[in-house]
């Protein structure tokens, strides 16, 4: 039998505990699921934005993965300073698979990021999911004028919970808090700005196009703007990339001529009017070339953004164009990704924020260390959407699987590795608990007259993974 235990409960993780039990070159492993939070799915929860309900059900999948018989989860379980060690993990299991996600946001490395009124998406993000690690004060939205840092999808997503009405998400699992916040929100414009041009964009279409839908949300583009860009102007740069591109500028990718093809729509239509819901209540401004200097501050808060103006330096890249725009802002979110963070015991690269792996397997000092591996964002960097972790952890399961006969035996006589996890001083939530938390927010939803709500604090989710028990919102 091997025992392997898979750390994180994200996407990459399931997708790994699946590919484990679904072959049939090893045909006994036995597969714990470890999550340092009592809830699991990771991203899928904590990250999907609570109105994109279609990836959200992905959860349902996820869940017949952790319900296979050869599979358990084991939430509450800290691996790393705080909890258990790789090492001590080695001892107890024949293999360890770090699915551990990039779990930090990517520095911006400007004056004023620190201002208060500054933050990250993720923690923006963290707060309306619930995460039971966001900050306790949470949001205020009073500013009327937010800026958006970043062109991908986290920006597009804040962007647009920003720019929805309450009584839209009110149907979602968003925390009763945040609602009662996004309720009373005061924010009227959203400048969402990217440091490069719309066909160097990284969000994607579909994520693109929801803004054009938005109830009683009008959306701005500067056709000035986007025309800086060649693959806007000349739209035959998309149809004839490989004749009309000099051979160092990387050929445009179909997402990236269908986010063009939008931004042309907008800008034809000239986005000024009313929707056919009623008058605009907020408006999205999106904006490109525009580089980031410095965060303003005004008693002692932030008031908005100076930004460089660029162009295109012919090579995918901006040059600074020498003069500068201000844009007012009372909250300033910075979406320029997310960064892996380093695990104590586990080798690091802080260039890439990854674990150094050779086809998934962990490299210390350039060399396969057998029995430890890496999968998803940890491993390449937090890019792909969520389908990307299914080969990834496949090509992680490859190698972990070519080394089974270097594995099988290397943990010490151990006990069963709950009953050790509990000897060490954590208390794992299991599968059972978490069931229990999900009554207690179908519990908690129906008490607020609302679907399941989230419970965004770890006092909470404990008592309800405990007992089952009446929680707080
Ligand atoms: P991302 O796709 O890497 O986008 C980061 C953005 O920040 C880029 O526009 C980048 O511009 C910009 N940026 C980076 N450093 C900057 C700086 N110093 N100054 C100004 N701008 C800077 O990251 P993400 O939006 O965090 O998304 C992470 C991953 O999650 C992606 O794979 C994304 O598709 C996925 N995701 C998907 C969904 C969805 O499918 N709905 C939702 C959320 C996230 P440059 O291109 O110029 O570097």
Request: aromatic share 6%.
């Amino acid at each position: 039998m091997l025992r392997v235990a898979v750390i994180g409960s994200g996407p990459s993780g399931v997708y790994t505990a699946q590919a484990l039990v679904a072959q049939d070159r090893v045909p006994d492993v036995r597969v714990h699921v470890l999550d340092r939070l009592p809830c699991p799915y990771g991203l899928v929860r904590y990250g999907v934005a609570p109105d994109h309900e279609k990836i959200k059900s992905l959860q349902n999948s996820l869940r017949t993965v952790l319900e296979h018989e050869r599979i358990a989860f084991l939430g509450n379980v800290e691996v790393g300073s705080d909890g258990i060690s790789p090492e001590r993990l080695g001892e107890l299991y024949d293999a360890v698979v770090y699915c551990v996600g990039a779990a930090t946001d990517r520095p911006l490395g400007i004056p004023g990021e620190e201002l208060p009124g500054s933050f990250s998406a993720t923690e923006f993000v963290s707060w309306y999911s619930a995460h039971p690690d966001a900050a306790a004060g949470g949001f205020a939205l009073r500013a009327r004028s937010v800026v958006v840092i970043g062109a991908g999808n986290v920006a597009v997503d804040v962007t647009r919970i920003l720019a929805r009405s309450a009584q839209e998400l009110r149907p979602t699992d968003v925390p009763h808090g945040a609602l009662g916040t996004l309720n009373g929100s005061r924010v009227r414009e959203i400048h969402m700005a990217g440091r490069r041009g719309p066909s160097q964009a990284r969000f994607t279409t579909k994520e693109l196009r929801e803004l054009g839908g938005l109830p009683r949300v009008r959306v701005v583009v500067k056709e000035a703007e986007l025309s800086l860009d060649p693959a806007y102007a000349d739209p035959s740069a998309h149809l004839r990339p490989a004749l009309s591109s000099p051979p160092n500028v990387p050929p445009p990718t179909a997402a990236a001529r269908r986010n063009v093809e939008v931004l042309r729509g907008w800008a034809a239509a000239g986005r000024e009017g009313a929707g056919p819901d009623g008058p605009p209540v907020r408006t999205v401004r999106l904006r490109f070339f525009l580089r980031p200097v410095e965060l303003l501050e005004r008693d002692g808060r932030v008031a908005g953004v100076r930004f460089a103006r660029t162009v295109p330096d012919g090579s995918g890249g901006v040059r600074d164009a020498g003069t500068y725009e201000d844009i007012g802002a009372g909250l300033v979110l910075r979406a320029v990704g997310y960064r892996g963070i380093p695990l104590p015991g586990l080798p690091f690269d802080p260039v890439r924020g990854t674990v150094p792996h050779l086809a998934g397997r962990v490299l210390r000092n350039g060399v396969p260390s057998p029995g430890e591996y890496v999968a998803g964002w940890i491993k390449r960097g937090p890019t792909g959407v969520i389908g990307s972790n299914r080969s990834c952890a496949k090509e992680t399961v490859t190698s972990l699987l070519d080394d089974a006969p270097l594995l099988a035996g290397r943990r010490s006589a151990s006990p069963d590795p709950v009953a050790a996890l509990r000897a060490y001083g954590l208390r794992p939530v299991e599968w059972d608990g978490w069931l229990s938390i999900e009554r207690a927010e179908a519990a908690l939803g129906r008490s607020l007259g609302r679907e399941r709500v989230k419970i965004p604090d770890w006092a909470g989710l404990l008592s309800a993974a405990r007992s089952g028990g009446p929680v707080g919102a």
